[in-house]
């Protein structure tokens, strides 16, 4: 079996996407395709004895499409701000050309000038024939492609829509009728571009996020062969080759050290903010940093193979394989619209053999097409959306698209990654002990002054501290990093060590005194630096990651809310408990690499969960895309803002709550939108028709039905805004 990955042009709504996968699928030889509206893209596995490339992309042509290549490119960003341009241009060209048409109906406006006749008959027939015809040609497209297909969807109703309005009005106008609609069908046409501005502009995050991560990985690395040291582009290092890695670099691929010792910033990979100390024979990633020391690697995985490519591969295949909603609109539009036709066509039939009369056949026939037209079917999902994402912006929450809120309002756990998400992610002083005389600020100072020579994210936690606290340091001197296991240097005629037991052991100091107090802090997960001065230990700084203010109170509401959470986190068992137990969360994930958070979210989804995922890290991007929901923390990485559904700009995790009711609260309302939309339609279809007439000898005007699509209309936007009165919990 084979997977290729190709972009298809020309998909411009959902049931493009679901056409062109249904069509993959029956071809013989392909176990899978999915084709994902939102990247534009198919992701189709295949048996090359009985299908071939040529096979799969004559298909998506037969359907109306272009395919560009296999070959998957990720930077779109230049393609996708054309078409949101575009999208943006149309919309805004159409609201204003609408303007004069709908003005000149409203008050009635007329003026003759010469043999023109009514000059502003004119104008709204100009102008909405150029909003409908040619700003709206995309519908009208949609249809005809529908139609080849046999089916039907909103670009048909839209069409039927405007097009019976404009021409209705074109051949009442040449009748000398005063009942004309050419506003109707502009300002529909006008609204329903508008939408499809903000939903094109929510597309296409996707590329960008595996852009971004491609771009994390080095460009070129410091080979030695032949006992020559030169530098050479990532792509030409082989397996086996021997690496330099000097500080501050990054590490070109995956490696393993031969020779030297440092430590490395993995939080890249695993989003723990605490450096790692790598020695002979430890394993070493890709796209990490190399912090203090010169390290010689033998790489062991380049190009594909490495830990950052099968993260991008991840991304990649997650947001393809999650296609988009199919809106329920589309999904009833394809029964509706048919029958909409079939009345409209009967209507004129029963219409003309009773009364033998062409205009007076065609008047009801019009009038149920008008009253049909869907203006609140298409408003009904983006005035809802419009107004819950832009009540939740004010909040500090950014909502995507419509798909999150469709997730959201069925989560029902919250799992969440540990550094970044629940806690701030950077390591700060929390305990400042003493075990003799000596002040605790007395060694916050001692051991500030001596920090401050080193680089270590730890040292500048307690920098950071004395800082604080405005405390003066001292002049030193004779100072060296013992990579792994502290510092020493020399403050006037004393010797100052800092670090953990092991460098205790090397120097013969007993720690004894103080073993019980150093086990204490570490069962908080704290790490703890010993303050050595003149071979006693005067005391000890304990440092850790703390927790964000309000993560107790998010867990607490979720929990209220009925919602379950977990924790997952990459850090060692011990220091998930310690944190999970100050939250109150029961269950946890400990020690967990970047695949494994995407297999455990896939766990929690086969025992029938909806799980919405919170993270920061470029790490927990893979996982933000394979949930349900994909929450991402502000404050966090780019790669993992844009892989989120939903972001939250000021980091809080009693966001998360916010936004899961918003979601709620907005999809709701797109369901009551939706059900008035087609009940306006479905109780003044059979009205427009003619039904009454036998009873009450009163037949309905296009005129009177236009007044009924646009109360259906009204009501759908007042609905929506009712959004904006009540406060989330």
Same mark, same amino acid.
């Given at each position: 079996m084979?997977k290729?990955?190709?972009?298809i042009?020309?998909?411009?709504?959902?049931?493009?996407s679901v056409r062109n996968?249904?069509s993959?699928k029956k071809?013989?030889?392909v176990? /899978?395709?999915v084709v994902?509206?939102a990247t534009h893209?198919?992701m @189709?596995?295949?048996?090359e004895k009985?299908?071939s490339k040529?096979d799969?992309?004559d298909t @998506? &042509?037969k359907n109306?499409y272009?395919?560009?290549?296999? /070959?998957f490119?990720?930077n779109?960003k230049?393609?996708?701000?054309?078409?949101?341009?575009?999208a943006k241009?149309?919309a805004?060209?159409?609201?204003?050309?609408s303007?004069? *048409?709908?003005?000149?109906?409203?008050?009635?406006?007329?003026?003759?000038l010469?043999?023109f006749?009514?000059?502003? #008959?004119?104008?709204?027939a100009?102008l909405s024939s150029?909003?409908i015809l040619?700003?709206?040609?995309s519908?009208?497209?949609g249809?005809?492609? %529908? !139609?080849?297909?046999?089916?039907?969807?909103?670009d048909?109703?839209v069409s039927?829509g405007?097009?019976?309005?404009?021409?209705y009005?074109i051949? =009442?106008?040449a009748l000398g009728n005063s009942?004309?609609?050419f506003?109707?069908?502009?300002i529909?046409?006008?609204?329903?571009? +508008?939408g499809?501005?903000?939903?094109?502009?929510?597309?296409g995050?996707?590329?960008e996020a595996i852009?971004k991560?491609?771009?994390?990985?080095?460009k070129? !690395?410091?080979?030695?062969?032949?006992?020559?040291?030169f530098?050479t582009p990532?792509?030409q290092v082989?397996?086996g080759d021997?690496i330099?890695v000097?500080?501050?670099e990054?590490?070109?691929?995956?490696?393993n050290?031969?020779?030297?010792?440092s430590s490395?910033d993995?939080?890249m990979l695993?989003?723990e903010?605490?450096?790692v100390g790598?020695q002979?024979?430890? /394993?070493v990633?890709?796209?990490?940093i190399?912090i203090?020391g010169?390290i010689?690697?033998?790489a062991?995985?380049?190009?594909?193979d490495?830990?950052?490519?099968? &993260?991008?591969?991840m991304?990649?295949?997650a947001?393809i394989k999650?296609?988009?909603?199919?809106?329920?609109?589309?999904?009833?539009?394809?029964?509706?619209v048919?029958?909409v036709l079939?009345?409209?066509?009967?209507t004129f039939i029963?219409w003309y053999?009773?009364?033998?009369?062409?205009?007076?056949?065609i008047i009801?026939a019009?009038?149920v097409?008008v009253?049909a037209?869907?203006?609140?079917l298409?408003l009904?999902?983006?005035?809802?959306i419009m107004?819950?994402t832009?009540?939740?912006a004010?909040r500090?929450?950014?909502i995507?698209?419509?798909e999150?809120?469709e997730r959201?309002k069925k989560i029902?756990?919250?799992v969440?990654?540990k550094t970044g998400t629940?806690t701030?992610?950077? *390591?700060?002083?929390?305990d @400042?002990?003493?075990?003799?005389k000596v002040?605790?600020? /007395?060694?916050l100072?001692?051991? !500030?002054s001596v920090e401050?020579l080193?680089?270590?994210?730890?040292a500048?936690a307690?920098?950071?501290a004395a800082?604080?606290?405005?405390?003066k340091l001292?002049n030193?001197g004779k100072?060296?990093n013992?990579t792994?296991?502290g510092?020493?240097a020399?403050?006037?005629?004393?010797?100052?060590l800092i670090?953990? $037991?092991a +460098?205790?052991?090397?120097? $013969?100091?007993?720690i004894k005194?103080?073993?019980?107090?150093?086990?204490e802090?570490?069962?908080?997960?704290?790490?703890?630096? #010993?303050i050595?001065?003149?071979? @006693?230990?005067?005391?000890?700084i304990?440092?850790?990651?703390t927790l964000?203010?309000?993560?107790l109170?998010a867990?607490?509401? +979720?929990?209220?809310?009925?919602i379950d959470?977990?924790? &997952?986190?990459?850090?060692n068992?011990?220091?998930?408990?310690?944190?999970?137990?100050?939250?109150?969360?029961?269950?946890?994930?400990?020690e967990?690499?970047?695949?494994?958070k995407?297999?455990?979210?896939k766990?929690l %989804?086969?025992?029938?969960?909806?799980?919405?995922?919170?993270?920061d890290?470029i790490?927990?991007?893979p996982?933000l895309?394979q =949930?349900d +929901?994909?929450i991402?923390?502000?404050?966090?990485?780019d790669?993992?803002i844009?892989?989120?559904?939903i972001?939250l700009v000021?980091?809080s995790?009693?966001?998360?709550?916010?936004?899961?009711?918003?979601?709620?609260?907005?999809?709701?309302?797109?369901?009551q939108?939706l059900?008035?939309?087609?009940f306006?339609?479905s109780a003044?279809?059979?009205?427009?028709?003619? &039904?009454?007439?036998?009873?009450?000898g009163?037949?309905?005007?296009?005129?009177?039905?236009?007044?009924?699509?646009a109360l259906s209309?009204?009501?759908v936007?007042?609905n929506s805004?009712l959004l904006?009165?009540?406060r989330?919990?």
């Open positions: 084979k290729i990955t190709f972009e042009v020309g998909m411009h709504c959902a049931s493009c996968e249904r993959l071809i013989k030889g176990s /899978d395709a994902n509206f893209s198919a @189709v596995e295949y048996d009985l299908a040529k799969l992309y @998506v &042509i109306g272009k395919v560009l290549t296999e /070959d490119k990720h779109h230049e393609q996708f701000q054309k078409e949101v341009i575009l241009k149309r805004f060209t159409a609201l204003i050309l303007a004069p *048409p709908l003005v000149i109906a409203m008050f009635g406006l007329k003026t003759s010469f043999f006749g009514d000059i502003f #008959l004119w104008i709204q100009l150029y909003v040619v700003l709206g040609w519908f009208h497209r249809m005809i492609q %529908q !139609a080849r297909m046999k089916s039907a969807n909103m048909t109703l039927i405007i097009l019976a309005a404009l021409f009005s051949w =009442a106008m009942d004309l609609y506003e109707t069908g502009a529909i046409a006008s609204f329903i571009l +508008l499809r501005y903000f939903e094109v502009s929510s597309r995050k996707a590329s852009e991560l491609i771009q994390l990985g080095a070129t !690395a410091r080979v030695i062969r032949n006992g020559k040291e530098e990532i792509e082989k397996v021997i330099l000097k500080p501050g990054k590490i070109p691929v995956d490696g050290v031969m020779r030297g010792v490395i993995e939080s695993t989003g903010s605490l450096p790598k002979k024979g430890d /394993d990633f890709g796209a990490t190399n203090n010169a010689y690697i033998k062991t995985k380049v190009g594909e490495t830990i950052l490519s099968q &993260i991008v591969k991304v990649t295949e947001q999650k296609a988009p909603i199919q809106k329920l609109a589309d999904t009833v539009s394809g029964i509706f048919p029958i079939g009345i409209a066509i009967l029963v053999y009773i009364t033998g009369n062409l205009a007076q056949s009801p019009v009038a097409l009253i037209c869907p203006c609140s298409g009904a999902t983006p005035t809802a107004v819950g832009g009540t939740a004010k500090g929450i950014l995507k698209n419509g999150a809120l959201g029902e756990v919250v969440f990654d629940l701030e992610g950077k *390591p700060k002083v929390t @400042v002990v003493s075990f003799t002040g605790s600020n /007395d060694i100072k001692i051991a !500030a401050a080193s680089e270590h994210p730890l500048k307690v920098v950071n800082k604080k606290k405005h405390i001292y030193v100072f060296h013992l792994g296991k510092v020493k020399v403050i006037g005629k004393s010797t100052i670090g953990n $037991n +460098l205790m052991k090397e120097h $013969n100091i007993s005194t103080c073993q019980d107090k150093i086990e802090l570490e069962k908080q997960a704290k790490t703890v630096a #010993l050595v001065k003149d071979k @006693v230990v005067v005391g000890a304990a440092i850790a990651d964000k203010e309000d993560s109170e867990i607490e509401k +979720l929990r209220r809310l009925g959470t977990i924790m &997952i986190t990459g850090d068992q011990r220091t998930a408990e310690a944190i999970a137990s100050q939250v109150g969360i029961k269950k946890i994930f400990a967990v690499l970047p695949e494994e995407v297999e455990r979210v766990s %989804q086969k025992n029938g969960l909806k799980v919405a995922f919170v993270g890290g790490n927990d991007a996982a895309v =949930a +929901l994909g991402a923390i502000g404050t966090g990485t790669i993992a844009e892989a989120g559904n972001v000021k980091g995790p009693l966001k998360v709550v916010e936004a899961l009711d918003i979601s709620k609260r907005t999809f709701k309302k797109i369901k939108n059900f008035w939309s087609f306006y339609n003044g279809i059979p009205i427009a028709a003619g &039904i009454l007439y036998p009873f009450t009163w037949l309905l005007s296009p005129m009177i039905a236009a007044s009924a699509m209309s009204v009501s936007v007042l805004l904006r009165g009540r989330s919990p």
